[in-house]
T-cell receptor, first 109, second 111 residues
Framework: AQRVTQPEKLLSVFKGAPVELKCNYS??????LFWYVQYSRQRLQLLLR??SRESIKGFTADLNKGETSFHLKKPFAQEEDSAMYYC???????????FGQGTRLTINP | GAGVSQSPSNKVTEKGKDVELRCDPI?????LYWYRQRLGQGLEFLIY????????KSGLPSDRFSAERTGESVSTLTIQRTQQEDSAVYLC?????????FGPGTRLTVT
């Protein structure tokens, strides 16, 4: 079965502190993993994709196939990072996404 | 350019009535998706259209739900005989390749 688990519904850290949002998945085969973000009063948008191996807005995520994890990390959190973050997976190619339940990240000043 | 648009933005309906939700994808995007998000939960896949292929309806929760798409343009999601558990935000997304672009959603409340 395809499943994405985000164990933390809420996460609160102070500005300048490191942040890690956890994501674990189950999928038979080789999935594509994504992080989507929704800022207040904005649409859901792609943050990053595991294949691209980019750092977007200081965030990185490494796919660990052994642990079936795709945790999102940033070394120094900023207040504008406060948002709802969703981990998602799909099969190879443009296919439906399976989403986790999301983590609301709050960065305290 | 214009993003994905959805209408209406809010819909309140009485239990048992039918509702139609509309999605206008980004021009040139061959794939279109519908998702549902219940309060406090993640997005749940409903249906996926890709070009002229048969749609993937595997996420539709019951036969009260149906969707159509005209070519590579507008899509409508229809819910017949609405129930209170249908209350949710219905999100549409379109894509050309891997990145899905989401609309603002339609908030459906069934009273």
């Amino acid at each position: 079965a395809q499943r994405v688990t985000q164990p933390e519904k809420l996460l609160s850290v102070f500005k300048g502190a490191p942040v890690e949002l956890k994501c674990n998945y189950s999928y038979s085969g080789s999935p594509e993993l994504f992080w989507y973000v929704q800022y207040s009063r904005q649409r859901l948008q792609l943050l990053l994709r595991h294949i691209s191996r980019e750092s977007i807005k200081g965030f990185t995520a490494d796919l660990n196939k052994g642990e079936t994890s795709f945790h999102l990390k940033k070394p120094f959190a900023q207040e504008e990072d406060s948002a709802m973050y969703y981990c998602a997976l799909s099969g190879v190619g443009a296919q439906k996404l399976v989403f986790g339940q999301g983590t609301r990240l709050t960065i305290n000043p | 350019g214009a993003g994905v648009s959805q209408s209406p933005s809010n819909k309140v309906t009485e239990k048992g009535k039918d509702v139609e939700l509309r999605c206008d994808p980004i021009s040139g995007h061959t794939a279109l998706y519908w998702y549902r998000q219940r309060l406090g939960q993640g997005l749940e896949f409903l249906i996926y259209f890709q070009g002229n292929s048969a749609p993937d309806k595997s996420g539709l929760p019951s036969d009260r739900f149906s969707a159509e798409r005209t070519g590579e343009s507008v899509s409508t999601l229809t819910i017949q005989r609405t129930q209170q558990e249908d209350s949710a935000v219905y999100l549409c997304a379109s894509s050309k390749r891997y990145e899905q672009y989401f609309g603002p959603g339609t908030r459906l409340t069934v009273t």
